[in-house]
């Protein structure tokens, strides 16, 4: 076979065949269009891979953002827990604290000696082998810490009470003189009174003094009434409950109006000569459940 090839000169060149040549070029042709088709198929096949590898890692990320959110989300709700309770703690704290110095108060106990404003007094040497705590066992002593809190609040508001109830009691018992100044100038009982002068019942004890001077209370409790009395002149009446009710006669002016609650020791009145009286004097009568008693057992009462 005979090839005839143009060359830009236009001259003519031609080239002698042989089926063998022709074949040779022909698989030669062949394998360049498989090797061509095979580069192309490789080239498709890598870009379907890099594709999926892509949206499988896309896909990995996707769910490891959603676990460290899940995971910042229980972490920040976690940590509110834990400021919630020792916002809880702090208030318990707090209230340990005016209890305590309350309790301090009533007991009459040494300030220096048990002063809740002060820090805890506490030391020692730096120990060795020290760990952080982990979250658990953090979460362990602090509700440990919350009951022991929760027990010693309890524990402390029932002292008080009870010191309370002890200070209620002493303020509400009669002892004393009800006045500042004076001495007792007629006793409880029979004696001859000193306008009939015929012996008579006298229900309370008169305390003489100087006109002007103050009455005052021997118990804490409520007046239950402040103001003329025939008989008693301008009279005070308190009731110091369990029954007792204490009155107090004869005042030039009185310091105290009805309803008013009174302190032991409290000023009451000014000391005069009103009502069925001879001088300056505090007539003072204690009642004991609406019975009259005799009022020098709590004068000298301590």
Same mark, same amino acid.
């Given at each position: 076979?005979?090839?005839?090839?143009?060359?830009?000169?236009?001259?003519?060149?031609?080239?002698?065949?042989?089926?063998?040549?022709?074949?040779?070029?022909?698989?030669?042709?062949?394998?360049?269009?498989?090797?061509?088709?095979?580069?192309?198929?490789?080239?498709?096949?890598?870009?379907?891979?890099?594709?999926?590898?892509?949206?499988?890692?896309?896909?990995?990320?996707?769910?490891?953002?959603?676990?460290?959110?899940?995971?910042?989300?229980?972490?920040?709700?976690?940590?509110?827990?834990?400021?919630?309770?020792?916002?809880?703690?702090?208030?318990?704290?707090?209230?340990?604290?005016?209890?305590?110095?309350?309790?301090?108060?009533?007991?009459?106990?040494?300030?220096?000696?048990?002063?809740?404003?002060?820090?805890?007094?506490?030391?020692?040497?730096?120990?060795?082998?020290?760990?952080?705590?982990?979250?658990?066992?953090?979460?362990?002593?602090?509700?440990?810490?919350?009951?022991?809190?929760?027990?010693?609040?309890?524990?402390?508001?029932?002292?008080?009470?009870?010191?309370?109830?002890?200070?209620?009691?002493?303020?509400? $018992?009669?002892?004393?003189?009800? &006045? +500042?100044?004076?001495?007792?100038? %007629? /006793?409880? *009982? #029979?004696? @001859?009174?000193?306008?009939?002068?015929?012996?008579?019942?006298?229900?309370?004890?008169?305390?003489?003094?100087?006109?002007?001077?103050?009455?005052? $209370?021997?118990?804490?409790?409520? &007046? +239950?009434?402040?103001?003329?009395? %025939? /008989?008693? *002149? #301008?009279? @005070?009446?308190?009731?110091?409950?369990?029954?007792?009710?204490?009155?107090?006669?004869?005042?030039?002016?009185?310091?105290?109006?009805?309803?008013?609650?009174?302190?032991?020791?409290?000023?009451?009145?000014?000391?005069?000569?009103? /009502?069925?009286?001879?001088?300056?004097?505090?007539?003072?009568?204690?009642?004991?459940?609406?019975?009259?008693?005799?009022?020098?057992?709590?004068?000298?009462?301590?």
């Amino acid at each position: 076979m005979k090839i005839i090839l143009l060359k830009d000169s236009g001259s003519v060149k031609t080239i002698q065949c042989t089926r063998r040549r022709l074949a040779a070029g022909l698989a030669f042709a062949l394998f360049a269009s498989l090797l061509a088709a095979f580069a192309l198929h490789s080239g498709l096949s890598s870009s379907s891979m890099d594709e999926a590898l892509v949206t499988e890692w896309q896909t990995v990320l996707a769910d490891q953002r959603s676990e460290l959110q899940a995971l910042q989300e229980k972490s920040a709700a976690e940590a509110q827990a834990v400021g919630r309770q020792l916002a809880g703690m702090q208030a318990r704290l707090l209230r340990m604290e005016a209890l305590g110095v309350r309790v301090t108060q009533v007991a009459e106990l040494d300030e220096g000696e048990f002063s809740f404003d002060e820090p805890v007094a506490v030391g020692g040497p730096v120990a060795t082998g020290e760990s952080p705590l982990d979250w658990s066992e953090l979460q362990s002593r602090l509700d440990t810490l919350a009951i022991s809190l929760k027990d010693r609040e309890t524990e402390l508001e029932v002292l008080h009470t009870l010191l309370r109830d002890q200070e209620y009691r002493q303020a509400t $018992a009669l002892t004393g003189r009800p &006045v +500042t100044w004076g001495w007792i100038s %007629s /006793g409880f *009982g #029979k004696r @001859v009174d000193p306008f009939s002068g015929t012996e008579a019942w006298h229900a309370g004890v008169d305390f003489a003094g100087r006109s002007g001077s103050e009455t005052v $209370a021997v118990a804490s409790g409520v &007046v +239950t009434f402040a103001g003329k009395r %025939s /008989g008693y *002149g #301008k009279l @005070v009446e308190i009731n110091h409950g369990d029954g007792y009710v204490t009155r107090y006669g004869h005042h030039e002016s009185l310091l105290v109006a009805t309803g008013e609650i009174v302190k032991k020791g409290q000023p009451i009145g000014v000391m005069g000569s009103t /009502g069925r009286s001879t001088g300056p004097h505090v007539h003072f009568e204690v009642l004991k459940h609406g019975r009259h008693v005799d009022p020098a057992r709590y004068v000298v009462r301590r």
